[in-house]
């Protein structure tokens, strides 16, 4: 069985630009996570997808983030436009119903 | 969710027991401990959960006294491979498993 898979695996941007990173979780897995570490910070949520919708995305840092999951299948996340803060790894993570999390190998972003 | 407190780090040698504490003193009633294992460039990974008393996998054991204060992953006999940070998590049983992540234990198994 394939695990999540996320793409790209790093991605270097300067300020102003945008990024999109994607996420492809587990099949037939309808919850769909995202979480990201900053440098020196603790992994940090940001939102959680069921299916198609957004169960909760208290996490979001700001409205420069837009996190989309058309189809209930993989997932996007975008960054526009992308600040200095904003490196860091951000991870994918899925599961069926309320069971473990499984998570990608994450994307490093870094932000000139 | 309850706030957790582990040792930021440890060290051991190969073919040793070890042992990390957790303490979460204000866990709820609903909450689960789960561990998860993070290596270095790669995505947390799921070990041990368990409510109360004793859980054992093929990884590791978790124990948890009556009063669930306080928590304990067990790896026996390490191997340079388990170099690693171990992550203590509270999770609510009741709903939608969003995680929370405090700095975690480094554990560095030596030759």
């Known amino acids: 069985e394939a695990g999540v898979t996320q793409f790209p695996s790093h991605s270097v941007i300067e300020k102003g630009q945008t990024v999109t990173l994607r996420c492809d979780p587990i099949?037939?897995?309808?919850?769909l996570y995202w979480y990201r570490r900053v440098m020196g910070k603790e992994i940090k949520f940001l939102l959680h997808?069921?299916?198609?919708?957004?169960?909760?995305e208290s996490g979001m840092p700001n409205n420069r983030f837009l996190a989309e999951r058309t189809g209930g299948t993989y997932s996007t996340l975008k960054v526009q436009p992308a600040e200095l803060e904003d490196s860091g790894v951000y991870f994918c993570a899925s599961s069926h119903l309320r069971e473990e999390q499984f998570f990608g190998p994450g994307t490093r972003l870094t932000v000139l | 969710l309850a706030k957790t407190t582990q040792p930021i780090s440890m060290d051991s040698y190969e073919g040793q027991e070890v042992n990390i504490t957790c303490s979460h003193n204000n866990i709820a009633t609903n909450d689960y401990i789960t561990w998860y294992q993070q290596f270095p460039s790669q995505g947390p990974r799921f070990i041990i959960q368990g409510y109360k008393t004793k859980v054992t996998n093929e990884v590791a054991s978790l124990f948890i006294p009556a009063d669930r204060k306080s928590s304990t992953l067990s790896l026996p006999r390490v191997s340079l491979s388990d170099t690693a940070v171990y992550y203590c998590l509270p999770m609510f049983s009741g709903g939608y498993n969003k995680l929370i992540f405090g700095a975690g234990t480094r554990l560095a198994v030596h030759p």
């Open positions: 997808f069921v299916k198609e919708s957004k169960q909760d």
């Open positions: 099949s037939g897995h309808d919850n």
